[in-house]
């Protein structure tokens, strides 16, 4: 299956994701060092031009086991095609998609899902031991001294982060050349103005609310995000109310991120009345009462992270009427720390 369009490693596309890692891997193979040439502080930023002028075709295989020697494909929460055992139909396991470099590279990120340092989806250690070795194969050259690692993380200090790496990391003994870049990710930005008045209005909610103080509100605002950037209703939607390959992995990938989470969300997913924009909800809010959904874990995490820190010393730090300077510096706070939708990508070479 060949899938032409960008997309994170959405229920539609679970392969995708996986493919992105591998996209990593060959973007960075695009680099090549040369015997004759010196470390200098430009050769980061020309093996990260090589990688941001890259296109990339990526091939994975969903079935292959990660480290511990678990198969996304022999979980309790993968149904296979028709109850056909994944060595009964081979290719059907295999995606290849293609793309920008970074693109991909920032995906693969993505794709690396850990939740308080829990790995989500069993398929990430595979995918980044794939995209190692697409990269050694495209160095030609370098002797594997490039370095390329990728990392999401939504606000300052967050337990919900993904990460890519390809390359062996550089020794303490040479002189490194790095470059660092910031590549959009799926998930929609979070305007700094609009997450500031959340805050304020939550920190003046009632006693009884639902919302008891700003971080309820604006992790109900970056929760929301991170779901429909994984699982974007209308693509989901049609996964899950097709027969193909995505759909198995999209009911893995929904229900693994339900189990991290603490939430029931079969009843949504299933049969059909499968309803993406409905499992969205769950996965954000509960469905029962003693269900807490990501809303909750990303305010308490918030709450306690270097983000929160600064947020919560910069609102204390507000007049009771502040003026429009203090209102924008105190805005400037979550455009420093919360960065829903992008990337860093850091490209690391020596001699």
Known sequence: MVVP???????????????????????????VHTETES?????????????????????????????????ATDSEHYEPLDDL????VGELYEITTYGSAMDVLAEAAQTNLVINDTEVWAYGHSVEQSVDGAIQDRLVGSDGRTF??????????????????????????????????????????????????KFEVGETAS????????????????????????????????TLESSLTETAVTLYNY????????????????????NAAQANQVLLEGETADETGLEDFVADDLRDSPAGEEIREAYDDLDESPSDDETEAFEAVFDETIATDTVDVTVQTWD
Not at 11 to 16: I, K, P, T
Not at 160 to 166: E, K, P
Not at 263 to 270: K, L
């Open 148 to 197: 390329t690692v990728a990392t999401w993380e939504p606000y300052d200090g967050a337990a919900i982060t993904g990460t890519a790496t390809a390359g062996n990391t550089p020794p303490h003994t040479e002189d490194v050349s790095s470059a660092s870049i910031e590549v959009s990710a799926n998930p929609d930005s979070l305007e700094a103005e609009h997450l500031a008045t």
């Open 5 to 31: 369009n960008r997309a994170i490693s959405t229920v539609m596309d679970v392969s995708l994701a996986l493919l992105i890692i591998s996209a990593t891997v060959l973007l960075i193979g695009t680099y």
């Open 255 to 274: 229900r693994q991120l339900a189990d991290v989470v603490g939430v029931d969300i079969d009843d949504s997913i299933r049969g059909p009345d499968a």
């Open 85 to 88: 055992d994944p060595d009964d």
């Open 39 to 71: 470390i200098d502080s430009e050769r980061g930023d020309h093996a990260l031009q090589s990688l941001s002028g890259s296109t990339v075709t990526i091939t994975y295989d969903i079935s292959e086991p990660n480290e511990a020697g678990e198969r």
């Open 207 to 238: 006693p009884g609310d639902s919302i008891e103080d700003g971080f309820d509100a604006i992790g109900r605002e970056i929760a929301e995000t991170i779901i429909e950037g994984y699982f974007p209703p209308t693509q989901t939607q049609y």
